[in-house]
């Protein structure tokens, strides 16, 4: 019955390596966000989907790359991991994306180690 | 730009003692939502509340108050009567209308209650 789930809950991981965050959620919603906590705990967007779309990209390096094969799913591949990539990664979902501000509900976190 | 400033990084109470985390934001827009989330040690994330710009009321929730000041930008948090299982990070975030329901966070604040 989980809302926001997300897989692996933990990944750790060579530096160099390409590895995948997956995200599916099962309210309905249309809209979907990864962000990324770090280890001061704070909390930035990274990538923001509506209908599949890309609707944000907030200066996050091309080794990451989102994709939504379906709005339920909203995917994260990082490719050539580096140390700074180690945090934890939030998957969120909101019903629309503009005008009332929707309320993000947000996935248990993955914890990205990279050695 | 938006921002979020929650000023205690750290508060630590005894048991039964009222709490309040404060929250000052920053914005352009007339516009806006602000947002409460709580982050337990367990890691996720869960939502607590939501205000747009045009509600000043303030909110109370069983033991949780929200109170919304827009001639200072604030909106603080109170726990009346703290218990252990209130111990997380606190989070405070600012949607504005325009900016695809990204959520801007403050930096948290870690409370802690003490037997």
């Known amino acids: 019955d989980t809302a926001v789930s997300q897989t692996p809950k933990y990944l750790v991981t060579q530096m160099g390596n390409d590895k995948s965050i997956k995200c599916e959620q099962n309210?309905?919603?249309?809209?979907m966000y990864w962000y990324k906590q770090d280890s001061k705990k704070f909390l930035k967007i990274m990538f923001s989907y509506n209908n599949k779309e890309l609707i944000i990209n907030e200066t996050v390096p091309n080794r990451f790359s989102p994709k939504s094969p379906d709005k339920a799913h909203l995917n994260l591949h990082i490719n050539s991991l580096e140390l700074g990539d180690s945090a934890v990664y939030f998957c969120a979902s909101s019903q629309g994306v503009t005008g009332e501000g929707k309320t993000q509900y947000f996935g248990p976190g993955t914890r990205l180690l990279v050695l | 730009a938006q921002k979020v400033t929650q000023a205690q990084t750290e508060i630590s109470v005894v048991e039964k003692e009222d709490v309040t985390l404060d929250c000052v934001y920053e914005?352009?827009?007339?516009?806006?939502?602000l947002f409460w989330y709580k982050q337990p040690p367990s890691g996720e994330l869960v939502f607590l509340i939501r205000r747009n710009s045009f509600d000043e009321q303030n909110e109370i929730s069983g033991r949780y108050s929200w109170n919304f000041q827009k001639s200072t930008s604030s909106f603080n948090f109170t726990i009346t009567a703290s218990q252990v299982v209130d111990s997380a990070v606190y989070f405070c975030?600012?949607?504005?209308?325009?900016?695809?329901?990204?959520?801007?966070f403050g930096g948290g604040t870690r409370l802690m209650v003490k037997p």
């Open positions: 309210l309905g919603h249309d809209t």
């Open positions: 975030a600012l949607s504005e209308v325009y900016a695809g329901n990204m959520l801007t």
């Open positions: 914005t352009r827009d007339t516009t806006y939502y």
